[in-house]
């Protein structure tokens, strides 16, 4: 079976991600808004196209600053809607500017978004689906599974022999702080 870690590594555009950002923690409250935004666009494409677009995803949503987009409003909509940098759907664009203002509300209750996500850990793969599902918008079981699993939340998507899942093992990755059998008990 090929895996992430197979394809990746001669790739020109997916090797960096894959070495550097894929199952690595994450708490920076930009670094996981973009993660969850590029996540949520990448539904029905391929990842490979949204890797190309990161930049232009990083200029039309203002470096990923999640008081910016969360002021969004029509003209903003509008323009994201035009801009071929980024993927033109009115829903994924919707959900964006939705998710911006939840991160926001997020910071006086819990902390800001990397606390909310902290405050829940741990949960299965189901759990958190139905968390995201209930929380944000655009958030189904692919898209909260992958942005979980980028972030070091969910088990390692990199293979053991892989030299990355060494390097995210020393970062100690919040899955890796719960005993190996929770994983196993049921499904993910």
Same mark, same amino acid.
């Given at each position: 079976?090929?895996?992430?870690?197979?394809?990746?590594?001669?790739?020109?555009?997916?090797?960096?991600?894959?070495?550097?950002?894929?199952?690595?923690?994450?708490?920076?409250?930009?670094?996981?808004?973009?993660?969850?935004?590029?996540?949520?666009?990448?539904?029905?494409?391929?990842?490979?196209?949204?890797?190309?677009?990161?930049?232009?995803?990083?200029?039309?949503?203002?470096?990923?600053?999640?008081?910016?987009?969360?002021?969004?409003?029509?003209?903003?909509?509008?323009?994201?809607?035009?801009?071929?940098?980024?993927?033109?759907?009115?829903?994924?664009?919707?959900?964006?500017?939705?998710?911006?203002?939840?991160?926001?509300?997020?910071?006086?209750?819990?902390?800001?978004?990397?606390?909310?996500?902290?405050?829940?850990?741990?949960?299965?793969?189901?759990?958190?689906?139905?968390?995201?599902?209930?929380?944000?918008?655009?958030?189904?079981?692919?898209?909260?599974?992958?942005?979980?699993?980028?972030?070091?939340?969910?088990?390692?998507?990199?293979?053991?022999?892989? @030299?990355?899942?060494?390097?995210?093992?020393?970062?100690? @990755?919040?899955?890796?702080?719960?005993?190996?059998?929770?994983?196993?008990?049921?499904?993910?």
């Amino acid at each position: 079976m090929t895996t992430y870690c197979d394809f990746a590594a001669d790739s020109e555009i997916h090797g960096p991600y894959h070495d550097c950002e894929y199952g690595f923690p994450i708490e920076d409250e930009r670094l996981l808004f973009e993660r969850l935004l590029l996540e949520i666009n990448q539904a029905g494409l391929n990842w490979e196209l949204i890797l190309k677009k990161r930049e232009g995803f990083r200029q039309a949503y203002d470096g990923f600053d999640v008081d910016l987009v969360a002021a969004y409003g029509d003209t903003d909509r509008a323009r994201l809607l035009a801009d071929p940098g980024i993927i033109r759907n009115r829903l994924k664009v919707d959900a964006a500017i939705a998710n911006a203002r939840v991160i926001q509300q997020m910071r006086d209750a819990q902390g800001g978004f990397a606390g909310w996500l902290r405050s829940h850990h741990p949960l299965r793969k189901a759990e958190w689906v139905k968390l995201f599902r209930n929380t944000f918008r655009f958030t189904g079981g692919e898209i909260t599974g992958e942005f979980l699993m980028s972030i070091g939340y969910l088990p390692s998507p990199h293979r053991e022999d892989c @030299p990355v899942y060494a390097k995210i093992a020393r970062l100690n @990755p919040p899955w890796m702080e719960v005993e190996p059998s929770f994983w196993q008990q049921t499904a993910l």
